[in-house]
């Protein structure tokens, strides 16, 4: 498996294993008709910003050289670094390639606070980033049309917990 830098050609893949790691992870806690409808043309429209317009940010891309397995997105933001997405393949979740991603994302934050923002009620999400060293910061409540939903946020210092 490697990890790459993602590009401009890699939008449309992005944008749709996105979708299915939405529709698999968040089933039950949105809207089925938020999963179902409007996140697909959503996440495509993201991607398309962020690869081929240019947003600001760092795409790494977990590839085994025949598909996207995951991915890690990373936002600078004044001194702190916003891992904005990690996302692994649905079928292959528990195969280790979230923790080499999130890995590349400490390291790519180099010694400044990586932090993250995660569905309450996303509990194996939360699970994987405390058994990964991330402490616990804060809770707010984060609002999509139509309905809202409770959101924690965890960082990590800087230091790598392995």
Do not use: C
């Not at 932090?115 to 809770?139: C, D, W």
């Amino acid at each position: 498996m490697d990890i790459r830098e993602g590009a401009a050609a890699d939008a449309e893949r992005i944008a749709a294993l996105h979708t299915r790691s939405w529709r698999t992870a968040y089933a039950g806690i949105f809207p089925a008709d938020y999963l179902e409808g409007p996140v697909e043309e959503q996440q495509a429209a993201m991607w398309h910003e962020r690869l081929v317009n240019g947003a600001k940010g760092e795409l790494l891309i977990a590839d085994d050289g025949t598909s996207i397995a995951g991915f890690a997105y990373l936002i600078p933001e004044d001194g702190r670094v916003l891992l904005d997405n990690l996302h692994v393949d649905p079928a292959l979740k528990r195969s280790g390639i979230g923790g080499v991603l999130l890995r590349h994302a400490l390291d790519r934050a180099a010694g400044q606070e990586l932090y993250l923002e995660v569905l309450k009620e996303n509990r194996p999400a939360i699970a994987f980033y405390e058994r990964h060293g991330a402490t616990r910061a804060r809770e707010f409540v984060e609002r999509f049309p139509g309905f809202e939903v409770d959101v924690l946020e965890y960082y990590w210092s800087g230091m790598r917990p392995w």
